[in-house]
């Protein structure tokens, strides 16, 4: 039996590419510790003015809502709210999440001085575990300036050339097969007219003989 795959279901309203979006999401699943079951997904993306959030709906399918700010964010953060939307969704208790740093964004990272004795670094543990996430692309699509005035103008002006030119093409195109079947409309009206002529000789031959 093949085994189960994730099928995401993009909808995209900012103007971070999707298929980044998308491999950051594939590559996140596949580094969580839980043992979660894949599923159809709907991942709607938009923009806010505000900080970065995430949500989740269980609907059928399951829905995670981005809320992703204009400039920058920290990817890695998104990546684990991204993770305790994921856990949850799978049905995991938000206490069986609680205290990992792939779901907790509270955890921080400990050391060891080597004699059994554990401090913090001063670092939450999610910036540790998904610090792959910064080498990913999560690139922006360039926003296009608006025309207005005279380039505006220009802008439209070189579209109906474009237009005049496909026409006019067409309209030369068009007079040539119109002169080709004028020919022949000549040709077979002189024709019939011509063997007209011969067909009433001929009538008028065979009645002169008698």
């Not at 609680?98 to 939450?124: E, F, I, L, N, P």
């Amino acid at each position: 039996m093949a085994k189960p795959r994730w099928k995401f279901t993009f909808k995209n309203k900012t103007d971070v590419y999707t298929r980044h979006l998308s491999a950051l999401v594939r590559r996140l699943v596949k580094t969580l510790p839980h043992k979660l079951t894949a599923r159809p997904l709907v991942i709607e993306v938009c923009n806010t003015k505000g900080g970065m959030s995430v949500r989740y709906s269980l609907t059928n399918p399951p829905v995670i809502t981005l809320r992703l700010p204009g400039g920058s964010f920290n990817r890695k953060l998104l990546c684990c709210f991204i993770a305790w939307c994921l856990g949850r969704i799978n049905g995991f208790k938000g206490r069986d999440l609680s205290g990992s740093g792939y779901y907790d964004q509270r955890v921080m990272a400990m050391k060891s001085d080597g004699h059994g004795t554990w401090t913090t670094t001063g670092q939450a543990k999610y910036e540790q575990v998904y610090a792959w996430a910064d080498s990913m692309p999560l690139d922006r699509r360039a926003v296009k300036g608006r025309l207005t005035g005279a380039a505006l103008a220009l802008k439209k002006a070189e579209q109906c050339q474009d237009k005049v030119n496909e026409w006019e093409g067409k309209v030369k195109k068009a007079n040539t097969i119109l002169k080709k079947w004028q020919r022949r409309l000549r040709y077979h009206e002189q024709r019939a007219e011509k063997l007209q002529i011969e067909w009433a000789k001929s009538l008028q031959g065979g009645t002169d003989g008698r």
